[in-house]
C-alpha cells in the first residue's frame, strides 16, 4: 500500500501563477533558438550531400568537407548538450524555490 505524503501540491494553481509562467517563457526562449540551429545544421547536411557536390572537393588530404561537416556535427551536439545541461541546473533551483512556495501542508 503507497504511503502517504502529507505535503502536497496543487499543480492547477501552481501553472496560473506568474513565477511558473515566467519560468516557463524563460525555458522556451532559452530552447527554441538552440533547437532551430541544431534542425537546421543538422539537416544541412544530407540536403547538400544528396542536391550538391560542394561537400565533395577535398579539404585536407583525403578530407572531404563531408566529413569535416559530419564530425562539426558531433561537436554541436557534445557543445549544446553541456550548455543545456549547465543552464538546466539555474531552472531546477527556481522550480524548487517555486514548489517550495505552493506546498501545502
Excluded at 24 to 36: D, E, Q
Excluded at 74 to 90: D, G, Q, R
Excluded at 95 to 103: F, P, S, W
Amino acid at each position: 500500500m503507497p504511503q502517504k505524503n502529507k505535503e502536497s501540491i496543487d499543480y492547477e494553481k501552481l501553472i496560473e501563477t506568474e513565477e511558473f509562467k515566467n519560468l516557463m517563457k524563460r525555458k522556451k526562449n532559452f530552447i527554441v533558438p538552440y533547437v532551430i540551429f541544431f534542425l537546421v545544421a543538422f539537416f544541412t547536411l544530407p540536403i547538400l550531400t544528396s542536391y550538391t557536390s560542394i561537400l565533395e572537393t577535398r579539404a585536407i588530404g583525403w578530407l572531404t568537407w563531408t566529413w569535416i561537416y559530419s564530425f562539426a556535427i558531433i561537436l554541436m551536439v557534445w557543445v549544446l548538450t553541456s550548455i543545456y545541461t549547465a543552464k538546466a541546473k539555474t531552472f531546477d533551483k527556481d522550480v524548487e524555490g517555486i514548489l517550495k512556495k505552493y506546498i501545502v501542508k
